[in-house]
């Protein structure tokens, strides 16, 4: 994923993390490197902001939390330009990006671009952006808010969901794209 984004938020080099311990410094590149090594998937997650333009970015802090009641979450840096849309929409759409979809997630990690234009997708509930081509989505209400750190983390309850289990996943691990043939 792009880290031209402000929504991407790389630590520089060698910059001190704060730790519960402050005697125990922390290296955020090195904490950041280390984060990487556990692979994860792709995400385009989407909302409407408040004058009903489509906003949207990519992710890969998409989690499952609980199946009763069924609910994920994904965290957004408090530094975003697109905080308080996604704060403020009823819904949000978590687009499960497929192997083929890298352009899409490169797309949604780079600013400033219109990163709708010419893309194919339909709104979903509360008007958030369905792409199409994913192999999954889940259609989700803007449940919880929840300071994180340097992130506000949102709980959202699932109102819907699919899937197109013929389509594999796109996988990050290492800094870069993966697919599952590669691991």
Request: one cysteine or more; aromatic letters at 8%.
């Amino acid at each position: 994923m792009s880290q031209s984004s402000p929504d991407c938020m790389a630590p520089p080099t060698a910059v001190q993390c704060t730790s519960s311990d402050p005697s125990i410094p922390l290296d955020c590149r090195a904490l950041r490197n280390t984060l990487g090594r556990f692979a994860t998937g792709v995400a385009v997650v989407t909302a409407v902001d408040p004058d009903g333009h489509p906003v949207g970015l990519t992710v890969n802090s998409f989690a499952a939390v609980s199946l009763n009641p069924p609910l994920v979450l994904w965290s957004l840096a408090n530094a975003s330009g697109h905080l308080e849309a996604f704060r403020r929409a009823s819904h949000h759409c978590i687009n499960i990006l497929a192997a083929d979809q890298e352009d899409i997630s490169n797309r949604f990690a780079t600013w400033p671009v219109d990163r709708f234009a010419g893309l194919a997708w339909h709104p979903g509930l509360g008007g958030a952006p369905r792409l199409d081509g994913c192999c999954a989505h889940f259609e989700v209400r803007n449940d919880i808010q929840h300071p994180g750190g340097d992130h506000l983390i949102f709980i959202l309850r699932v109102e819907g969901f699919d899937e197109a289990p013929e389509r594999a996943p796109l996988v990050f691990h290492g800094g870069r794209y993966r697919h599952l043939a590669d691991l």
